[in-house]
């Protein structure tokens, strides 16, 4: 079974709102990475915290971590079309060196 | 830099038939993955190299699926005797180190294979 799960399943939000996308994941990791795949395409890496850092930021996008109830948050501000993709979260094991998916949440963004 | 390079795109094939796609991973990375991403779901590791051995093969369904990174560099997943549960988008990624829980994977397009 995969190690994490995200929360929504799809959210259809207005351009220039805020997206929260959820993931909670099973066991304990050293790190937790997000990452959006736009129809059709490859995955694209968006950022990594790591298990002793609560919060982190790059440019638009927020995460945060709470390792005590296992889950992360992925917060878009100020959204627009082309953030319309599925976004997905990826933890590892503690003790293992390869990352496991999330079921991902479909944003769209309309304009 | 050139991405992650993946052929072919696409591919259609009937049940119990061979096919082979191929992953060109960015020039210097040691570790290369290839996942398997059903309609739906989130990636899912076939296999991981670390220049040409193995590193993690544990959900490479053996029976049927095989793979192989000569040199270190390029590489080919091969499925035979494919099945209708095999379609499905297959990925490859490439990674500097091959510290797959620390540091950025790079994805190709993925090639998205019908199998009837």
């Known amino acids: 079974s995969q190690q994490g799960e995200e929360d929504p399943q799809a959210l259809s939000i207005q351009e220039g709102e805020n997206a929260t996308m959820n993931c909670s994941y099973k066991t304990s990791i050293n790190n937790l990475q997000w990452y959006r795949q736009n129809s059709g395409r490859g995955l694209v890496h968006l950022i990594l915290?790591?298990?002793?850092?609560r919060e982190k930021h790059s440019g638009r996008l927020r995460v945060t971590l709470d390792t005590s109830k296992k889950s992360s948050s992925l917060l878009i501000t100020a959204s627009r079309a082309a953030d319309t993709a599925s976004y997905f979260c990826?933890?590892?094991?503690?003790?293992?060196?390869?990352?496991?998916f999330g079921t991902g949440t479909r944003l769209t963004v309309i304009p | 830099e050139a991405g992650v390079a993946q052929s072919p795109r696409y591919k259609i094939i009937e049940k119990r038939q061979s096919v082979a796609f191929w992953c060109n991973p960015i020039s210097g990375h040691a570790t290369l993955y290839w996942y398997q991403q059903i309609l739906g779901q989130g990636p899912k590791l076939l296999i991981q190299f670390q220049n040409n051995g193995v590193v993690d093969d544990s959900q490479l369904p053996k029976d049927r699926f095989s793979a192989e990174r000569l040199k270190g560099v390029d590489s080919t997943l091969k499925i035979q005797p494919a099945k209708l549960e095999d379609s499905a988008v297959y990925l490859c990624?490439?990674?500097?180190?091959?510290?797959?829980?620390?540091?950025?994977?790079?994805f190709g397009p993925g090639t998205r294979l019908l199998v009837l």
């Open positions: 915290i790591r298990s002793n850092e």
């Open positions: 990826a933890t590892d094991k503690t003790g293992a060196n390869n990352l496991f």
């Open positions: 990624a490439s990674s500097y180190h091959g510290l797959a829980n620390q540091e950025t994977q790079y």
